[in-house]
């Protein structure tokens, strides 16, 4: 039988152990089956830079209405729903004072390489925790659930940014004699692309180390 003490200490740790499952569930491109670690039960732990630049990135895509984060069920369900306007929060946004089509080209343009410049700045923290980049330490659960929504958002952004160059194609084609849409989201692709690539090694090294652990002889 259980003493008083061990009995709350358990209970304690149950609860810690719930707590941090249901934080942890978001959406996320790959979902990794682990045990949790003593050393990531850490409420208190520092956020690294990784986390830090991929929370920045998705709060910012949301603030400017680039990308709301839902997952592809719940994009589905507004498909369902009949709202499946692609952009449309964002082209709301854009137009709010009224400006002419070149205006709106321009802010359009300007967001795409902010976001490029920022989603750059994200894959090269997470891509020096890959191990084919020279990391000997495994990427925490942590970075990699925020980098999988930095994906999520990227790609949400993305198709905004195309709907929103074809809107204008649409109500004034001269507005973009000076922008190639095509041009101009080359790069955001590439860096998306890489993203997608990157998010990807950082699972396996995730499932790589769970499959070691698993393998280890228990005493």
């Known amino acids: 039988m259980l003493s008083g003490e061990k009995v709350l200490s358990r209970r304690i740790f149950v609860g810690i152990i719930a707590g941090t499952t249901l934080l942890s ?26 986390h830090k630049a991929s929370v920045a990135f998705c709060e910012t895509s949301q603030d400017s209405k680039w990308a709301n ?11 369902w729903g009949g709202d499946n306007e692609v952009g449309k929060a964002y082209w709301e946004h854009l137009t ?9 080209a321009e802010l359009v343009n300007y967001d795409v390489s902010s976001a ?7 894959n090269q923290l997470a891509q020096a925790l890959l191990p084919s980049h020279g990391a000997v330490t495994k990427p925490r659960n942590a970075d990699v659930r925020e980098f999988e929504r930095v994906v999520i958002h990227a790609g949400q952004a993305r198709e905004t940014f195309a ?32 993203a997608r690539l990157i998010v990807d090694g950082l699972a396996a090294a995730r499932m790589s180390e769970v499959l070691a652990s698993l393998e280890e002889p228990t005493s």
């Open 163 to 194: 709907a929103s160059f074809l809107r204008i194609k649409q109500t004034d084609s001269s507005a973009l004699e000076d922008i190639d849409p095509v041009k101009v989201l080359e790069p955001f692709d590439k860096e998306l692309e890489l």
């Open 25 to 50: 569930s978001g959406c996320a491109t790959v979902a990794v089956f682990e045990t949790v670690s003593e050393t990531e039960i850490q409420l208190t732990k520092p956020q690294s830079e990784l």
């Open 116 to 122: 490029i410049e920022s989603l750059a700045e994200v």
């Open 96 to 104: 709010q004072f009224e400006p002419d089509a070149s205006e709106i």
């Open 69 to 79: 984060g839902e997952s592809n069920f719940s994009a589905l369900m507004k498909i």
